[in-house]
């Protein structure tokens, strides 16, 4: 059986707690998003590795279970990664963990004793392992899934094909298939073709594909990240990287500052309304590291744009 992964306005983005936040900063923002309601904490094994002296993640995960251990019984649900942990420090991206059954099993245990949890409601393939056959990947996810570890699984920086097969074969074999994908997206777009400052995994972008797949699937949750470009939506110094600069994002821009400015809201708000509200709905994962930063982007992903904003904001692409 599959279990459909419920939708949220705004998932927590936990990638910089334990690293760049200590526990107290961490701990506050975890609390204030619960108390708006928030429901999904995304974190991952790798979390934050880049940020850290040792060269491995893990932090991210460790601060979630100090906190899960502090308030017991909060109800939340826990989304985290396996896959791009490095082998070696500095070894990103080229040398990475990988998708095997024993790393898999490995990985999880590691990070379910980091959390204090026995299970974990979803588990990401992080980045796409082409030395691992699909049959073996859903092999691995969908025993896990059997064996009650996981909730449900899902599949990050993959191809959308890649998705299709995997749920194909996954049904065929009668195990439970991915039922989350997660990609990189936001209103507006890099030049086609272009390499993306800081994603290094060029199969992470979210394609005009992977939009249709989610619209063809009810079962398949769309998870986002990078959704409000790390903040650069609404901030005075804000410029482009050499990507994001062309015609349609400029007349994007001038869309999104009317909708803004007659709403009353920042650019960013009305970017999460425009991913949360859209066909297919999406799930914006959004990082903060102030209790502030998560009441403008709940306040934002809760609002429902009128017929004629969205068809403004839409005529712009």
Partial sequence: ???????????????????????????????????????????????????????FGGQSEAVIGRWLRANPGVPVKISTKVGAQPTHPGGFPDHLEGLTEPTVRRSLAESLQRLGRDQVDLYWAHVEDRNVPLADLIGT????????????????NHPSWRVAEARLLAGQAGLAMPTAYQQRYSYLQPAPGAPVEGQPIPLGMLSADGLDLLRRNDDL?????????????????????????????????????????????SRGQIVLAWLAGGDPQLMPIVGSSRSEQIEQAWAGAGTELTAEERARLDAAY
């Fill in 1 to 55: 059986m599959n279990t459909k992964v419920t939708a949220d306005r705004v998932v927590l983005g936990t990638m910089y707690l334990g690293t760049r936040l200590d526990d107290r900063d961490s701990f506050a923002v975890l609390d204030r998003y619960v108390e708006l309601g928030g429901r999904w904490i995304d974190t991952s094994n790798n979390y934050s590795f880049w940020e850290d002296q040792s060269g």
């Fill in 221 to 265: 949750t769309g998870w986002v990240y990078t959704s409000l470009l790390l903040g650069a939506y609404d901030r005075d110094d804000w410029t482009l990287s050499s990507e994001y600069e062309h015609p349609g994002n400029t007349r994007r821009i001038a869309a999104l500052d009317e909708v803004a400015k007659e709403r009353g809201m």
């Fill in 141 to 156: 996810f969908g025993q896990l899934v059997a064996d009650g570890q996981l909730g449900a699984y899902g599949l990050s």
